[in-house]
Each structure stands twice: as structure tokens, then as C-alpha cells.
């Protein structure tokens, strides 16, 4: 193993890229701790210090941009406005035959679709800094903490200071976007996902220090040992498919044979990601988000609705939220999972091209073929990611972890799966050059 990797950096082109991709990394990290413009840089250290804010509304967001957002960073967005703008995008393939017809153009088609979504990313990081600009003036980015530091979080709350702000927080936006890009032509991997790894990675230290000092080190063992666990079981899940065999028919063209090859379609048991734990939380933040701003006055009672959603939908430790959190995770799996993976369209391109699954006629009961096996392939694959993103909810409800705690979630499947793309990337790369990988 460490002659592999010794391979890697003794290849100039391979160890050139590593070194890009790294210092990208760095330059990253460095811009998530720039405060701002107009922020009172003491103020919001005093109350990130006090461990608040980590569990209420804004903790995804927080999770995805490496704790920049809490801190009112330049970068403090992340790349949460390109993930939502790729998934619109996606979703958008659906509703509007345009979209759908770039997406079958092939490289030039992709093109303008990722020109859409640079365009919708902008627009999402506008609307997201004036929200996060928003809250943070009126005091409630770390929920009602009574403490004067984070009242008077700002040190200038007039309209120009804000729309300032505002720019910056989207112009870092942009600058990560063209980061991921200039990963993704001259580094290794594909450079969002990294950035991403790299946003959630820097989490786990403060999470799991924070597990430490709160409980103690017989805990944090326990904890260590489950991540262990926890890890080989997303890495076997993830690496996890279905091979359905097809076949191909030959075919004379001129004098020559085409054709009579044996190949198979893959098909994961996680198909959709991670995405639809993003769309559970994000769904079940909008009920605890309209009674956060539905707070009475003081001295007055608030509505019986506001105290059930903060009883329930807050912190995430009920058996009800846990319970709703788990079956919109197993409908979002089917539903992303329909939108992504057309069995009528991959039906008719094998048809097109001589394509058979041996015992299966071609067309309309190839089509209903796939569609019952993907089926039954979703449903351990949404229970697999429902118990995963529970992980987080049952730390807090026993270890008294907060809402990031590393070992489950989103956090643990993106560190995963980046990882392993990431390592297959590598590993073909040194394929090319020494004909062996980083393992024999």
C-alpha cells in the first residue's frame, strides 16, 4: 500500500495534480474564516464559542459549508446554492421537454444545462445571503440565546452595508463555483464533491472533541468504534449493485462484424445518494422555520401550533420527527430514483442497438422488466438511507451529540462516496502509467 502511494507522487503529471487539487483545498478552507464585511468578528466567535446554533434550522446548511456560515464568512453559502440549483435543474428535466432535449444532445446539450445551472446558482446565493444577511440582523441566527453578543452580530445595519454583504456572500458563491471547476479540469476528481468532502471532513474534528469533553473518553471510544462500523457497512451498501446481463446481436456492416457482446447494466443499491436525505431535511425544516418567525411578543402566549411544531419539529430528539423523517426519506428514494432512471428510455436504446436481457423480449417487457427490479432494489436501498440519516437524531437523543455529529447522515454518505470516486479516479490514473493501481 505505501509503495502505491509512493507511485502517486513519483509520477510528475499525477503528483502535479494532487498538489492543484490541495492547494485549492487550502485556498478554500482560508476563505470560509474571512468575515464579511460590516460583522462583528468577536461577537460571532463569542457565540459559535457557547456551542450555539449547531442543532436549530440552519445546521444542513452549516454542515455543508464547513461551519463558514455560523462564522458569516465570505464563503459562508458553500456550495449549498449549486447543490440546490443542480437538483432543480434535474427535477426541471421532468416539467420542461427543452431540458430534456439538451439533455439527450450529449456534450453540447450538457453544456447549456450547466450554463443554467451556474445562472440559477447565482440567483439561489442572492436570495439565500439576503435571507442568512436577514436573520442575522434580527438576531435569531442562533435562535434565542439572550445573550447581547449575538444580538449585534453586525457592526453597521444600514442598507448599503447590507447590500455589500449580500454581494460578497454571492460573489464567494461564484468563486467556489469557478474553484470546483478548475478542480475538475487540472486536478483530481470532480471538484464540488471535494469541496463538499472537504466542508464536511472539517467538521468531524470539533464534533468529535466536542463528544470528548461533554462525555467523556469511554464515550468517545464508543463513538470511534461504531464510525468504524459504521463506515464498512456505507462502503459494502455503496459498492453494493445489481448486474442484469445483456446482450448484443451481431450485425454485418459491409464485411465486417458488429456486434455479439455480452455486457451488463449496473444498478446500484443506493441510487439516489444523498439526496434525499437533503430533500427530508430541507422539507422538515419549513414547519419549524414558519414558527420561528411566528414567535409572540413578550409577555404574551404563544399559539398552540407554534408549541406543538417546537414540542415536535425542533431538535430532532421526538420519536415523531424521527419517525416522519424516516418515511419522507423512503418517498423521496422512489421518487428520485423514478426521475433519474428511465426504464422505457434505456428499454429503447438497447432495442436500437440490437440489445437483449436474455429471457426478456425486447421493448415494452425489457422496459417492465427494469422497472420491477429497480423497484425491488430501492426499497432495502430507502431503508439503508433511512437508518443512516437517523444516526445523527439517535446521538442526540442518547450521547447528547449535536445535529452534526460525523458518523451518519448526509455527512458520513458524502465523505464515503467522494472518498471512493475520488481513490478510483487515482487509481485508474496509475493504471495508466505502471499498470498497476493502489491496489494489486
Known amino acids: 500500500m505505501f509503495s502505491a502511494i509512493a507511485r502517486v507522487f513519483r509520477t510528475p503529471d499525477l503528483r502535479r495534480k494532487i498538489a492543484f487539487t490541495l492547494g485549492i483545498i487550502v485556498l478554500y478552507r482560508a476563505g470560509a474564516h474571512v468575515p464579511t464585511p460590516f460583522v462583528d468578528f468577536i461577537n460571532v466567535q463569542s457565540c459559535i464559542g457557547q456551542n450555539q446554533g449547531t442543532e436549530g434550522l440552519l445546521s444542513l446548511v452549516n454542515l455543508f459549508s464547513g461551519?463558514?456560515?455560523?462564522?458569516l464568512s465570505i464563503f459562508a453559502l458553500g456550495v449549498m446554492p449549486y447543490i440546490t440549483a443542480t437538483i432543480i435543474t434535474q427535477l426541471l428535466r421532468v416539467v420542461i421537454p427543452h431540458f430534456e432535449a439538451l439533455h439527450k444532445e450529449g456534450q453540447a446539450g450538457q453544456a447549456r444545462l450547466t450554463q443554467y445551472t451556474r445562472y440559477l446558482t447565482i440567483a439561489l446565493a442572492l436570495l439565500?445571503?439576503?435571507?442568512?444577511?436577514?436573520?442575522a440582523r434580527s438576531g435569531q441566527l442562533f435562535g434565542n440565546t439572550g445573550v447581547a453578543a449575538c444580538d449585534n452580530l453586525l457592526t453597521n445595519e444600514v442598507w448599503w452595508a447590507q447590500l455589500l454583504m449580500i454581494i460578497t456572500m454571492t460573489a464567494g458563491t461564484g468563486l467556489i463555483m469557478w474553484f470546483a471547476e478548475l478542480v475538475t479540469e487540472r486536478g483530481v476528481g470532480n471538484g464540488m464533491s471535494l469541496l463538499i468532502f472537504t466542508s464536511i471532513a472539517a467538521t468531524f474534528p470539533g464534533a468529535l472533541w466536542g463528544i470528548w469533553q461533554s462525555n467523556g473518553f469511554e464515550t468517545f471510544l464508543l463513538v470511534l468504534a461504531v464510525g468504524v462500523v459504521v463506515i464498512g457497512l456505507v462502503v459494502f451498501v455503496e459498492q453494493s449493485q445489481r448486474r442484469?446481463?445483456?446482450?448484443?446481436?451481431?450485425?454485418?456492416?459491409?464485411?465486417?462484424?458488429?456486434?455479439?457482446?455480452?455486457?451488463?447494466?449496473?444498478?446500484?443499491?443506493n441510487m439516489a445518494?444523498?439526496?434525499?436525505?437533503?430533500?427530508?431535511?430541507?422539507?422538515?425544516y419549513i414547519p419549524a422555520l414558519i414558527a420561528q418567525f411566528n414567535q409572540p411578543a413578550p409577555g404574551e402566549e404563544p399559539p398552540g401550533w407554534v408549541v406543538w411544531i417546537s414540542q415536535y419539529f425542533t431538535t430532532g430528539d421526538h420519536p415523531l420527527y424521527m419517525l416522519v423523517y424516516f418515511l419522507l426519506i423512503i418517498g423521496f428514494t422512489y421518487f428520485y430514483v423514478a426521475i433519474t432512471f428511465n426504464p422505457v428510455e434505456v428499454a429503447d436504446n438497447m432495442k436500437r442497438y440490437g440489445g437483449f436481457i436474455p429471457g426478456i423480449r425486447a421493448g415494452r417487457p425489457t422496459a417492465e422488466y427494469l422497472d420491477y427490479v429497480l423497484t425491488r432494489i430501492t426499497l432495502p436501498g430507502s431503508i439503508y438511507l433511512g437508518l443512516i440519516a437517523l444516526l445523527p437524531l439517535i446521538a442526540l437523543a442518547t450521547v447528547g451529540a449535536n445535529a452534526n455529529f460525523p458518523f451518519g447522515g448526509a455527512s458520513i454518505l458524502i465523505i464515503v462516496g467522494v472518498g471512493l470516486e475520488t481513490v478510483k479516479q487515482i487509481d485508474a490514473q496509475l493504471q495508466q502509467r505502471h499498470y498497476e493501481g493502489l491496489l494489486r
Open 67 to 71: 461551519g463558514a456560515l455560523l462564522q
Open 244 to 269: 442484469i446481463p445483456v446482450q448484443y446481436a451481431k450485425r454485418m456492416v459491409g464485411r465486417r462484424t458488429y456486434g455479439g457482446t455480452n455486457t451488463y447494466i449496473p444498478i446500484k443499491v
Open 128 to 135: 439565500q445571503s439576503t435571507t442568512l444577511v436577514t436573520v
Open 273 to 284: 445518494g444523498v439526496v434525499p436525505v437533503i430533500f427530508a431535511s430541507s422539507l422538515l
